[in-house]
Structure formats: structure tokens, C-alpha cells
């Protein structure tokens, strides 16, 4: 047997191993999000179910050494959560920001996608006012709405049914904590019913 | 002693389905280490992965945000920069004493603070948060340092703690830069060593 031999006989195993590799590679990044087991999501929905918030608004404790619950926050940050199911209704997020102080609202699905996000220099007239459900959901509420009137909050699809909708107040100064807390208190998350058709 | 080679071509089945998967994984985990994916912005000692804070994200990203377990925040909220180099690209060392300097790029806010390896609190009793825009010490020409140090320092200090290992995190709150033009890093603050315990 010559060497080209060889090589043609063991090339055929060495095509397979790559393919092999490459699947196992492809599927275990795309799966991760899936699997993965302590996922923002998942910290934030055990959190939210030991401090009885379900659908609430929460303030997180700030970040303590080997504590925090969400990792790669901003120490001066104040940061709330709401934990979201849309299969119960729709959400509502709304309050006053002043546009003074930097707050950030971004809504996350479940996997970890960004579907939609605001600092108060975008809020309307000093306000946060926004409506999130599925896309049957936010139809609903469109037909709903009377010929012609124009909706006072912004509607918001939704990609999956789950997810968390995070707020960001930064506190300038340390003393401007509790400021930031409050300005997040402020803002309410609540389950909104369906329109009836 | 019955010989193996009617089996052969399946023990090469097996090895080959053996080596390809521990490749694949072996891939799966150097992709997660290196990063969030694709597209970072390099500004000397900082990188910044905008993508992974837009509805855009690629499943790489997706992979190592769900790993983590952070929430990003999102691209039109602001930008995070992590430095774990100092300006002349070595790894930043709890034992050495470091500057950061001005200037930073035109943000609204921004603050500066110390965060462990996997993004969690520093250990430090008794620790200060971080600076911001607003409440850190500036000169009269509105230049600013601050010392990092476990030894206490006077004017801007934040302390390492017991860490060996750290990052420095630049966060710019509705910046204007533009993630897809490189930005100059003449305008980024400057990590600079100044020696080693």
C-alpha cells in the first residue's frame, strides 16, 4: 500500500469526524439559550417567585460579592425587573419619568433577545406607557380601538410569550439612591385584560 | 486469539463519533470563552460588543448571554465597555497600582467602576460603587484621575479588594457614538501602570 492508498482509506473517517464536529458545535450554541439553567431568565423568575412579585415590578437588592443576582450590572445603577407571561394577559408598563435623570427601560424575551428598548429622553410628554402582548393579542387591541382614535400608549409585539422587562435608574451620587429607587417605584407593571370582542 | 478486523470498520465508527463529538464541544466552549461572538469594538484597552444588545444578536452571542446569565443593556440605551488590559495591553494585576485618566467620549453619563472576572461585585468591605460623570473629582479644567489601589488613596479611589484578577467597566449612558465607525481611541479614558506591590 502507497501513502496516497493510506490517505484515501482514512480520509473518508476523517471527513466524518469533522461533520460530526461541526454538528455537535452547531446544535450545542443553538440549544444553549434553551438549556442553559441559570439564564437571566431563570435568576430573575426565582427571584421573582421568592419575593411573592409575579407580574410586579421588583427592585433588586444592589450587586454584594458573590450575591448578585443579575451579573455585570452597573454599581450606581438601580435596577427593577418584571418577570412577564403574556398566556395570562397583556402587560402594561407605564409611569412618569422626568427626563432629568437617566432611566432605561428594555423589554427581553425569554431567550435573551432585546425586542424593544427606551431611555426617558424618548418617553412622550414625560411619560412611559407601553402595551405588550403577542401578536394576536395586540391585533385585538387594535380592532378594538374606535374608528380613527389614535392609542396613547405605544404597542409592543412581543416574539415569545415570556420574558422580563428590565428598568435602569442611575443614581449620579451615591446620596441619589433612594431617588433612583423611587423613580423606579413609580413605574407600575400590571397584567391587563384582553379587550372583550 | 479471534482477530478484530471483520469488526474494524466499526471501532473506527465509534472513534470517529467519539473524537468528532468531543471536538465539537471542545469548539462550543473556546467559542463561549472568546467573547461575545461576532463584531466587538476595540478602543485600545476596551471592548464593547454593541450587537449583543440589539434584536440582531447572533446565536454565538445568544449562547454566552444565557451562560452568563446577564441582561444586556440594550444599543440604544448605551454602550459597556470592559477593559481587562491596561493601555499598553497587560493584563490588569490586583497587585499593581493603576490610573485611569481622562477624557472620556461625549455621553450623557457615564461611570466607571471595578467588577470581578465573571462580572460580579468586587469583594472589598466597605467598598465605593464607582464614579460617574457627575459625582467624580475633577480639576479645574475639568480633568479627572482615579486611582485604583488596594492602598487607600487620596481623591478618586476604588480598591481592587483581595482580587488578583479584575476588569475596569466604562459605561456610556445615551451616548452618540456610532458602534460601526471606529472610534478614536485618543478619546477614551487611559488604564496607565504605576507599579507593583
Given at each position: 500500500m502507497t501513502i496516497p492508498d493510506r490517505f484515501l482509506v482514512y480520509l473518508p473517517w476523517a471527513i466524518a469526524?469533522?461533520?460530526?464536529?461541526?454538528?455537535?458545535?452547531?446544535?450545542?450554541?443553538?440549544?444553549?439559550?434553551?438549556?442553559?439553567?441559570?439564564?437571566?431568565?431563570?435568576?430573575?423568575?426565582?427571584?421573582?417567585?421568592?419575593?411573592?412579585?409575579?407580574?410586579?415590578?421588583?427592585?433588586?437588592?444592589a450587586p454584594a460579592p458573590g450575591a448578585a443576582v443579575l451579573p455585570y450590572e452597573d454599581a450606581s445603577v438601580v435596577v427593577g425587573v418584571c418577570v412577564y407571561d403574556l398566556t395570562k394577559g397583556l402587560l402594561r408598563v407605564a409611569g412618569p419619568v422626568n427626563g432629568e435623570d437617566y432611566l432605561a427601560l428594555s423589554l427581553h424575551a425569554r431567550?435573551?433577545?432585546?425586542?424593544?428598548?427606551?431611555?426617558?429622553?424618548?418617553?412622550?410628554?414625560?411619560?412611559?406607557?407601553?402595551?405588550?402582548?403577542?401578536?394576536?393579542?395586540?391585533?385585538?387591541?387594535n380592532n378594538a380601538d374606535a374608528e380613527g382614535a389614535k392609542p396613547l400608549e405605544v404597542r409592543v409585539v412581543a416574539p415569545m410569550k415570556r420574558g422580563f422587562v428590565v428598568l435602569r435608574a442611575l443614581a449620579k451620587r451615591l446620596s441619589d439612591t433612594p431617588r433612583a429607587r423611587a423613580a423606579l417605584e413609580a413605574i407600575s407593571c400590571a397584567r391587563q385584560e384582553p379587550p372583550k370582542d | 486469539m479471534p482477530t478484530l478486523e471483520p469488526y474494524a470498520n466499526y471501532l473506527r465508527a465509534g472513534l470517529v463519533v467519539l473524537i468528532g463529538m468531543s471536538l465539537g464541544f471542545a469548539l462550543t466552549l473556546a467559542a463561549l470563552r472568546s467573547g461575545y461572538g461576532f463584531n466587538p469594538l476595540e478602543?485600545?484597552?476596551?471592548?464593547?460588543?454593541?450587537?449583543?444588545?440589539?434584536?440582531?444578536?447572533?446565536?454565538?452571542?445568544?449562547?454566552v448571554i444565557a451562560r452568563s446569565g446577564e441582561a444586556p443593556l440594550a444599543k440604544e440605551q448605551g454602550l459597556v465597555f470592559v477593559a481587562r488590559v491596561d493601555s499598553t495591553g497587560a493584563t490588569l494585576d490586583g497587585d499593581c497600582d493603576y490610573t485611569i485618566t481622562d477624557p472620556t467620549p461625549p455621553t450623557r453619563f457615564w461611570t466607571i467602576d471595578l467588577a470581578a472576572p465573571d462580572g460580579g461585585a468586587i469583594d472589598w468591605p466597605g467598598g465605593r460603587r464607582g464614579y460617574s460623570s457627575v459625582d467624580v473629582l475633577r480639576r479645574e479644567n475639568g480633568a479627572f484621575e482615579i486611582a485604583v489601589s488596594r492602598e487607600t488613596r487620596p481623591g478618586n479611589w476604588l480598591s481592587p479588594g483581595?482580587?488578583?484578577?479584575?476588569?475596569v467597566v466604562l459605561r456610556l449612558y445615551d451616548v452618540g457614538l456610532d458602534a460601526a465607525a471606529r472610534p478614536d481611541a485618543e478619546v477614551f479614558p487611559k488604564i496607565l501602570r504605576r507599579g507593583c506591590a
Open positions: 469526524t469533522l461533520l460530526i464536529a461541526a454538528i455537535v458545535h452547531v446544535v450545542s450554541i443553538l440549544l444553549m439559550p434553551t438549556l442553559a439553567p441559570r439564564d437571566a431568565f431563570a435568576r430573575l423568575s426565582a427571584y421573582a417567585t421568592a419575593a411573592k412579585a409575579d407580574e410586579k415590578l421588583f427592585v433588586l437588592p431567550s435573551g433577545r432585546i425586542f424593544h428598548a427606551l431611555t426617558d429622553r424618548s418617553a412622550i410628554r414625560g411619560k412611559i406607557d407601553l402595551l405588550i402582548g403577542d401578536e394576536r393579542q395586540i391585533e385585538s387591541v | 478602543v485600545g484597552p476596551w471592548v464593547a460588543w454593541p450587537d449583543i444588545g440589539g434584536p440582531d444578536v447572533d446565536p454565538y452571542a445568544r449562547a483581595a482580587a488578583r484578577r479584575f476588569a
